[in-house]
């Protein structure tokens, strides 16, 4: 059971527009995170949201948090080819030590 | 700090053989995960330690792999015997519990087994 649906699951888009990405879940987290992740190496963190609502930016990356605190979205504006790569969230669910369990991810290409 | 490392980059090896793949933390950090990214199943949990116990092994796929941490700068994931369908990316990251639950990924170690 994938507890972390993400979707789209690829996304190939011309560098200049805007797109958006979900995370979808039935559980509760007590907080989200996304990560990018670039072929050969490992996610690297770019955000972590803890409170339902919240809204963080990171220049032209906007992250969601729902207000329930069961989903996510990221929003990219004026995308750039640098952006290309494999989006994944993950959530931390209360008491779980640490253990974040990972959505399956976007992979985005973002073409000059 | 050099962040979490990880050896082989790859390994390629036969049916049937041993693989151990290795994994040093970042210093401090408290937590140890490995995970196991394909394309068909994502990033998937497989064993994760708190303080050098395991906590939670219920992601190991079966008894052929098994993973210790016998101090808190190294830890191994070993699969005895491998098997084709063990071809995937296996990656080490490190946490600090307690804290802002940010995981550290390394490089990932890429096997191949034939």
């Known amino acids: 059971t994938q507890l972390l649906e993400q979707s789209p699951q690829f996304l190939s888009i011309q560098e200049g527009e805007n797109l958006t990405v979900y995370c979808n879940s039935s559980?509760?987290?007590?907080?989200l995170q996304w990560y990018r992740q670039e072929p050969g190496e490992g996610p690297v963190l770019l955000v972590t949201v803890v409170t339902g609502g919240e809204v963080k930016k990171l220049k032209r990356l906007t992250f969601q948090f729902g207000d329930a605190r069961k989903d996510s979205s990221l929003h990219i504006t004026a995308a750039q080819p640098g952006d290309t790569g494999l989006y994944l969230c993950?959530?931390?669910?209360?008491?779980?030590?640490?253990?974040?369990?990972f959505g399956k991810g976007t992979k985005l290409s973002v073409k000059p | 700090d050099a962040g979490v490392i990880q050896s082989p980059r790859h390994e390629v090896t036969e049916m049937g053989q041993e693989v151990t793949l290795r994994c040093k933390p970042i210093s401090g950090h408290n937590s140890l995960f490995w995970y196991r990214q394909t394309m068909m199943r994502g990033l998937e949990l497989l064993i994760y330690?708190?303080?050098?116990?395991?906590?939670?092994d219920s992601g190991m796929p079966e008894d052929r792999f098994s993973a210790k941490m016998p101090n808190a700068s190294f830890s191994t994931l070993k699969i005895q015997p491998s098997e084709p369908r063990d071809s995937a990316v296996y990656f080490c990251?490190?946490?600090?519990?307690?804290?802002?639950?940010?995981?550290?990924f390394g490089q990932g170690t890429r096997l191949t087994v034939v």
């Open positions: 330690f708190n303080n050098n116990v395991p906590i939670d």
């Open positions: 993950a959530g931390a669910r209360r008491g779980s030590q640490g253990n974040l369990i």
């Open positions: 990251a490190s946490s600090s519990w307690g804290g802002d639950d940010e995981a550290f």
């Open positions: 559980s509760v987290f007590s907080s």
